[in-house]
């Protein structure tokens, strides 16, 4: 799209500044408009900290309150845009609701014409310019302190004083105009002028991207005599429809329920724009009866723009309400849910790349995934099926039943559903660590990608134990079939204990066992050896059997010490005090070289010590 507009619209404006140089005055006030936006958006995320993420994941709970949320926000940051492109990145990580990001949008809607206001009522009758510079010299102080904080503050002192300079150079251009050229001459009226003046409207703010700039572009407009209100309030209308393109823009890289929501923004101001447009003219008389009411002078046509803006906004939500549920089944067909591809991230995708809260829940998500594919490759490379460990209370007993070899290419299996997602998670993490974001979340990041890569060193390890578990387990064949059992078991075994830890709340959540199982691990590795000696010794074990059965222990206890450690670093969210109280007891790495008896298990097979042989882990 960019390959054909812009040389377009670069060339009008080099035609209009050879024709006018009053126009280089407009054009400035845009773009130093357009600019100050821009500051105040990065000012915002910089200061914020996540504080809008945070509240917009829980101000969607019904849609008064969503609606209510998505007025608040967009009144406060002057940027509807801004509000539908979070809107869109929470959708697309799972963290609200469709019903929820449209009562967002809704709400988005209403809070944007409180910036018509702002500009009629001051920006208009006040020289703001006077404002302006204090501003942004005060800014610039601001941006360059080490504080987060106050550099975000600085950001948006920058912003509001360059917002504040774009509408003086916007107002100043066009009343230039009226010693030179009377655009006025251009009016139409009737049908084709709300037609025509419609469609500017709307090409004006695709090109800009901004509804916000289009109204102020209106409103210093009609102010200056340059645009009759009948064709300002087309613009209007056009403008509303204009803005979506924000949000196409910014579903394009989202997944199926950010696209929904672009949809449904696009239709609620699409039905919005043909209402107005059908009675425009008894708009037009509430907007008189109203301005009257209020006190708002016949000619201040500036003013009644702002009313005719609130007006029609207010309506459509009126309107579009009782069909939300119609909406969203309509939604909900049009744009169905894909059919779950494992293989595939699910939650990983451009529209959540923008807001540090959504990069690191995406990723969350995405690793949980990833997780998933994981622990049921792992069982099924041993033979057990996922569903039945999950679900038994005898967990040696399950895995002694399951002598039924399961088809399976592990290599094949692994590739689809565990590197893709592995390397897609990599990427995503390398590419949210170019961003600016706060130590502790990029810290968070790092520690999810070293999850995932723990993951996947489990399942490689296991991939290495699938031959011989097919080839001892799938009959019993003595002692050698029972070793196999006992590392299948305890394998199993952890993944059981895992899964508890997903479906407890957080903060019953303790790392004292997992501390316990690694001091198992590592006293069952010491044993094993002396144990298989014995078994050679009593004729009970050949050494082929034996020496393959000490190699792949080596991978087992790897692959458990992996799983043990991503479970550490996923599922282990402490506050100060439990952290502090769980020092305290919980046991010290060089404790883990101590042996302790007492934590052995009478089912635990005994495994090899792996720190002396050639098992080593692939990184």
Same mark, same amino acid.
């Given at each position: 799209? #960019? ?43 910089? $200061? ?17 309150? &969503?609606? #209510? ?10 940027? *509807?845009?801004?509000? /539908? ?11 609200? /609701? ?48 080490? /504080?987060?904080?106050?550099? !975000?503050?600085?950001? &948006? ?23 030179? +050229? ?6 139409? *009226? ?51 429809? !204009? ?9 394009? !890289?989202?997944?199926? %329920? ?15 724009? $043909?209402?107005?447009?059908? $009675? ?27 009313? $005719? ?44 790349? @923008? ?20 622990? @049921? ?10 569903? %039945? ?13 399951? =002598? ?72 019993? %064949? ?29 903060? @019953?959540? *303790? ?52 799983? +043990? ?8 969210? =402490?506050?100060?005090?439990? &952290? ?37 882990? @692939?990184?």
């Amino acid at each position: 799209m #960019t390959r054909y507009y812009l040389p377009i619209v670069i060339a009008t404006l080099l035609l209009a500044f050879w024709f006018s140089p009053d126009a280089q005055q407009i054009a400035a006030g845009v773009a130093i408009f357009l600019f100050g936006m821009m500051m105040l958006e990065d000012g915002f995320k910089l $200061f914020g900290g996540g504080a809008l993420e945070k509240v917009l994941e829980r101000a969607t709970g019904s849609t008064p309150r &969503a609606i #209510t949320f998505g007025i608040i926000s967009t009144t406060l940051l002057q940027s *509807s845009s801004l509000v /539908s492109i979070i809107t869109i990145s929470f959708l697309s990580a799972g963290l609200i /609701s469709l019903v929820g990001g449209v009562g967002i949008i809704f709400g988005a809607n209403i809070g944007t014409t409180t910036g018509a206001w702002l500009v009629a009522g001051l920006g208009l009758k006040v020289n703001i310019a006077a404002y302006a510079m204090p501003m942004i010299a005060l800014s610039i102080i601001l941006v360059f302190q080490k /504080s987060k904080a106050l550099r !975000g503050i600085g950001y &948006a002192l920058a912003g509001l004083g360059f917002l504040f300079l774009g509408i003086h150079h916007m107002k100043v251009g066009f009343e230039a105009f009226n010693d030179q +050229i009377d655009l006025t001459r251009f009016a139409l *009226s009737g049908l084709l002028g709300l037609f025509i003046y419609s469609l500017i409207g709307t090409a004006a703010t695709v090109v800009m991207q901004s509804s916000h700039a289009t109204m102020v572009l209106i409103l210093t407009a009609l102010a200056a005599g340059q645009v009759s209100y009948e064709n300002a309030l087309a613009l209007a209308i056009g403008a509303n429809i !204009g803005t979506t393109i924000t949000a196409i823009i910014g579903s394009l !890289g989202a997944n199926f %329920q950010g696209k929904r929501l672009a949809l449904a923004h696009l239709i609620f101001n699409v039905l919005t724009a $043909f209402v107005a447009l059908v $009675f425009i003219s008894p708009l037009r008389d509430a907007v008189d009866w109203i301005s009257a009411a209020v006190g708002i002078a016949s000619g201040d046509f500036a003013m009644k723009l702002a009313v $005719f803006h609130t007006i029609f906004n207010t309506l459509g939500v009126a309107l579009m309400l009782p069909l939300l549920t119609k909406l969203i089944s309509f939604l909900e067909h049009r744009i169905p849910e894909p059919l779950p591809d494992v293989s595939r991230p699910h939650f990983l995708n451009e529209a959540i790349d @923008e807001f540090p809260q959504t990069l690191e829940i995406a990723l969350q998500k995405e690793t949980l995934h990833l997780y998933e594919n994981a622990a @049921e490759l792992i069982l099924h490379g041993l033979n057990l099926h996922r569903d %039945q460990i999950f679900a038994t209370d005898d967990i040696a007993g399950t895995v002694r039943r399951s =002598r039924t070899p399961i088809e399976l290419d592990i290599d094949e299996r692994y590739e689809n559903r565990v590197k893709t997602l592995y390397s897609a998670i990599v990427e995503f993490a390398t590419r949210a660590g170019d961003k600016r974001l706060a130590p502790e979340i990029a810290g968070r990041i790092y520690a999810l990608r070293e999850v995932a890569s723990d993951i996947v060193q489990a399942v490689k390890s296991v991939k290495h134990l699938r031959k011989n578990v097919q080839r001892y387990t799938t009959r019993p %064949q003595g002692v050698v079939t029972e070793l196999y059992d006992g590392l299948r078991t305890e394998i199993a075994r952890i993944a059981v204990e895992i899964r508890k830890l997903g479906l407890v709340a957080p903060e @019953e959540r *303790s790392a004292l066992w997992l501390d316990q199982e690694r001091v198992e691990i590592e006293n069952a590795t010491r044993s094993t050896t002396a144990r298989v000696d014995a078994l050679i010794r009593s004729g009970d074990l050949n050494p082929t059997a034996a020496t393959s059965f000490l190699n792949d222990a080596g991978y087992a206890y790897n692959a458990m010490r992996d799983l +043990i450690a991503a479970a550490r670093s996923y599922y282990i969210e =402490r506050d100060d005090a439990i &952290a502090e109280v769980e020092r305290l007891l919980s046991l010290e790495d060089e404790e883990l070289d101590e042996p302790m008896s007492q934590a052995k298990r009478v089912d635990a097979p005994e495994a090899p010590d792996t720190r002396n042989t050639s098992v080593t882990k @692939e990184r």
